[in-house]
């Protein structure tokens, strides 16, 4: 089983930015494609970001399409995902998952039973 430590989150003003990093250890990283999720309080977490196993693909959410960008170093088992101009609506706790493809990632997320602590994030208007 994998195990996830996500970290780089704080507070921003808005229109300001962060980089959040995600450490795996427990599996052969580059075998996976890696995704960030979200979760609001008081709503259902929600995709953010994938790429695929050596970095030569990427998909995003709608809502951070273009302010946000994933990549991800293989030789330091680490994904990220660098923020900019952040808005109030990006406040949640960010978690990272991984699973083989970004299709298998996207299509069955909502079925992981194991995530990391996450890291906050507040952005304040």
């Known amino acids: 089983q994998a195990q996830l430590a996500e970290s780089g989150g704080g507070l921003v003003q808005a229109g300001g930015s962060l980089r959040l990093s995600c450490s795996v250890s427990?599996?052969?990283?580059?075998?996976?494609?890696m995704g960030w999720f979200r979760q609001a309080t008081g709503k259902e977490r929600e995709f953010v970001a994938a790429i695929n196993w050596n970095g030569g693909s990427t998909v995003y959410a709608d809502s951070v399409k273009g302010r946000f960008t994933i990549s991800r170093d293989n030789a330091k088992n680490t994904v990220y995902l660098q923020m900019n101009t952040l808005i109030p609506e990006d406040t949640a706790v960010y978690y990272c998952?991984?699973?083989?493809?970004?299709?298998?990632?996207?299509?069955?997320?909502?079925?992981?039973?194991?995530w990391g602590p996450g890291t906050q994030v507040t952005v304040s208007s």
């Open positions: 427990g599996r052969t990283f580059s075998n996976y494609a």
């Open positions: 998952n991984l699973d083989r493809t970004i299709l298998t990632l996207r299509t069955y997320w909502e079925e992981f039973g194991s």
